[in-house]
């Protein structure tokens, strides 16, 4: 069975930093276009960043350029997000998502490209 699994999310002062982790089952993430969202309270998802097959591409959206950094151990199977600086309106719950195996998908895909997702982890900064 397919499956991602987040975890590192937590309440953390504005500022400081957190390090989410996404670890893929039944699949490789090294074969898909995995990605990062986020979705606040009353707010529309929010796409966050993609990492390309096998470290083809990497994008982030301009709210976390520069704060947030993605990075995969294949040999763990796992997709990391390294988030330093972070703000207030950072506070969301954040989601991966890993494309179909080999999709061929933009370098940032819309989220109907993203054929799993997992199960989302809360991050919470204070002011």
């Known amino acids: 069975q397919l499956q991602l699994v987040e975890s590192g999310g937590g309440l953390v002062q504005s500022g400081g930093s957190l390090r989410l982790s996404c670890a893929g089952s039944?699949?490789?993430?090294?074969?898909?276009?995995t990605g990062w969202f986020r979705q606040a309270p009353g707010k529309e998802r929010e796409w966050v960043s993609a990492?390309?097959?096998?470290?083809?591409?990497?994008e982030y959206a301009d709210s976390v350029k520069g704060r947030f950094t993605v990075s995969r151990d294949s040999a763990k199977n796992t997709v990391y997000l390294q988030m330093n600086s972070l703000k207030p309106e950072d506070t969301a719950v954040y989601y991966c998502?890993?494309?179909?195996?080999?999709?061929?998908?933009?370098?940032?895909?819309?989220?109907?490209?993203?054929?799993?997702w997992g199960q989302g982890t809360q991050v919470t900064v204070s002011s």
């Open positions: 039944g699949f490789s993430l090294n074969d898909c276009t």
């Open positions: 998502a890993a494309t179909n195996f080999r999709a061929r998908v933009p370098p940032v895909p819309r989220s109907g490209d993203y054929a799993y």
């Open positions: 990492l390309g097959q096998s470290g083809g591409s990497l």
